[in-house]
């Protein structure tokens, strides 16, 4: 959230004020009428969410370095990717608003992800693919090609993985400055769009030319196709939740009174709506990340400018609604280590039952024959688990 040129020669005011969670946005429509015609609460509109972040002025007590979110979103995105979950963070908002400085400002997450995973004594190894949704087309940014023209790659779906750009090109890196390197190279092959990615509610001028008309044509497309799935995606979320909550009072009613379920209890629920995600190759690519197996942050930018009220009161929109949602991240693991950490479970569990029979002190008839049973478990597992480790 920052002023840019543009915005600073318009000489407008300040609209936008963080409060702890909380943005606050001052209605000027609201402003420019008689105070008799308008409820003071009118005249601002609040909007709240996980943080909320000031970097409009680097001398104001409040504001919020690149570090400081970093330290909030970015670590925790990492360390959530270390564990196995699929992680996806993106950025939103009206051009200008800071939205690329966020994302690729400073190497600091690159340093931090293998930093850590060095220290924990095991060779760091990432891929990196990198990739450009411009008119509703996928190019590689990574791949070198002969050809003049650049080609576009198909976007394919995998019953279990999800959504995958096929032939998109993978990149060994150990280091954070391959990373750098890598995203240097991507940077330098990208578009120079009029509009950034994932840009706001601008709208094309008939004096552009006729490519700038189609490129915002198609953003617009995008960014319609993707307002449309997240705000169908929080209905669902909270239709589920709202059901979910009926199910239990109702099962709660039931087993108080002693009566048997109800076969028209559930009857009347809704059916979920249907989401088009294949509508957008942007939304198709971020089918899992918005309401699927993934651990999913947005982060909204809106400048505080007078001038930008209505993109700023769009993007704010977009970014509750997309608070809405209810993602059901698990952790992706290979079939073989799965197994080997089920059976240690197991392993464990039941040297725990061995420990509590002997603690007991049962009779020896019974006793020596559970004892004889669960230990001779446990030495199978263990004998599972050495076979897997070493066909692996």
Same mark, same amino acid.
């Given at each position: 959230?920052?002023?840019?040129?543009?915005?600073?020669?318009?000489?407008?005011?300040?609209?936008?004020?963080?409060?702890?969670?909380?943005?606050?946005?001052?209605?000027? *429509?609201?402003?420019?009428?008689?105070? +008799?015609?308008?409820?003071?609460?009118?005249?601002?509109?609040?909007?709240?969410?996980?943080?909320?972040?000031?970097?409009?002025?680097?001398?104001?007590?409040?504001?919020?370095?690149?570090?400081?979110?970093?330290?909030? #979103?970015?670590?925790?995105?990492?360390?959530?990717?270390?564990?196995? &979950?699929?992680?996806?963070?993106?950025?939103?908002? $009206?051009?200008? +608003?800071?939205?690329?400085?966020?994302?690729?400002?400073?190497?600091?997450?690159?340093?931090?992800?293998?930093?850590?995973?060095?220290?924990? +004594?095991? %060779?760091?190894?990432?891929?990196?693919?990198?990739?450009?949704? &411009?008119?509703?087309?996928?190019?590689? #940014?990574? %791949?070198?090609?002969?050809?003049?023209?650049?080609?576009?790659?198909?976007?394919?779906?995998?019953?279990?993985?999800?959504? &995958?750009?096929?032939?998109?090109?993978?990149?060994?890196?150990?280091?954070? %400055? $391959?990373?750098?390197?890598?995203?240097?190279?991507?940077?330098?092959?990208?578009?120079?769009?009029?509009?950034?990615?994932?840009?706001?509610?601008?709208?094309?001028?008939?004096?552009?030319?006729?490519?700038?008309?189609?490129?915002?044509?198609?953003?617009?497309?995008?960014?319609?196709?993707?307002?449309?799935?997240?705000?169908?995606?929080?209905?669902?979320? $909270?239709?589920? +939740?709202?059901?979910?909550?009926?199910?239990?009072?109702?099962?709660?009613?039931?087993?108080?009174?002693?009566?048997?379920?109800?076969?028209?209890?559930?009857?009347?629920?809704?059916?979920?709506?249907?989401?088009? &995600?294949?509508?957008? /190759?942007?939304?198709?690519? #971020?089918?899992?990340?918005?309401?699927?197996?993934?651990?999913?942050?947005?982060?909204?930018?809106?400048?505080?400018?007078?001038?930008?009220?209505?993109?700023?009161?769009?993007?704010?929109?977009?970014?509750?609604?997309? *608070?809405?949602?209810?993602? *059901?991240?698990?952790?992706?693991?290979?079939?073989?280590?799965?197994? /080997?950490?089920?059976?240690?479970?197991?392993?464990?569990?039941? %040297?725990?039952?061995? #420990?509590?029979?002997?603690?007991?002190?049962?009779?020896?008839?019974?006793?020596?024959?559970?004892?004889?049973?669960?230990?001779?478990?446990?030495?199978?597992?263990?004998?599972?688990?050495?076979?897997?480790?070493?066909?692996?």
């Amino acid at each position: 959230m920052c002023f840019v040129s543009r915005e600073s020669a318009e000489g407008g005011g300040v609209i936008v004020e963080v409060d702890d969670k909380v943005a606050k946005v001052r209605n000027i *429509k609201a402003d420019s009428r008689p105070d +008799s015609t308008w409820d003071s609460r009118e005249k601002i509109v609040a909007f709240s969410f996980d943080y909320c972040y000031w970097s409009v002025d680097p001398e104001d007590p409040k504001y919020a370095s690149q570090e400081m979110v970093f330290q909030d #979103l970015g670590t925790s995105v990492l360390m959530g990717a270390f564990r196995g &979950y699929n992680i996806c963070l993106f950025a939103y908002g $009206q051009t200008g +608003s800071g939205k690329t400085y966020t994302m690729m400002g400073t190497p600091v997450s690159c340093h931090f992800g293998f930093h850590d995973r060095v220290s924990c +004594s095991f %060779k760091a190894c990432s891929m990196v693919l990198f990739l450009e949704i &411009y008119n509703e087309r996928v190019r590689d #940014l990574l %791949k070198q090609s002969d050809h003049k023209k650049p080609y576009t790659l198909r976007v394919r779906e995998h019953p279990e993985t999800g959504p &995958y750009v096929q032939g998109l090109s993978q990149h060994l890196v150990t280091d954070y %400055k $391959q990373v750098v390197e890598l995203l240097e190279k991507g940077i330098a092959k990208r578009r120079q769009q009029f509009y950034l990615d994932l840009a706001g509610s601008e709208r094309a001028d008939p004096s552009y030319c006729k490519d700038r008309i189609t490129e915002g044509a198609n953003i617009n497309k995008s960014l319609v196709t993707l307002g449309i799935v997240i705000s169908t995606l929080a209905q669902n979320s $909270q239709m589920f +939740s709202s059901c979910q909550s009926i199910n239990t009072l109702t099962s709660e009613g039931e087993s108080s009174h002693g009566g048997s379920p109800s076969s028209g209890s559930s009857g009347g629920a809704r059916r979920q709506a249907y989401i088009p &995600y294949r509508d957008s /190759i942007l939304t198709w690519l #971020l089918k899992d990340s918005l309401g699927g197996n993934s651990k999913t942050i947005m982060i909204a930018t809106i400048s505080p400018a007078s001038s930008s009220y209505n993109e700023t009161m769009s993007t704010l929109r977009y970014a509750s609604n997309a *608070k809405n949602i209810i993602n *059901k991240p698990r952790v992706n693991e290979d079939a073989n280590v799965k197994l /080997i950490r089920e059976l240690r479970e197991e392993i464990d569990r039941l %040297k725990t039952m061995l #420990l509590s029979f002997e603690l007991r002190n049962s009779s020896p008839s019974w006793s020596d024959d559970r004892d004889g049973n669960l230990t001779e478990l446990v030495l199978q597992n263990e004998m599972k688990v050495r076979v897997i480790c070493w066909m692996l």
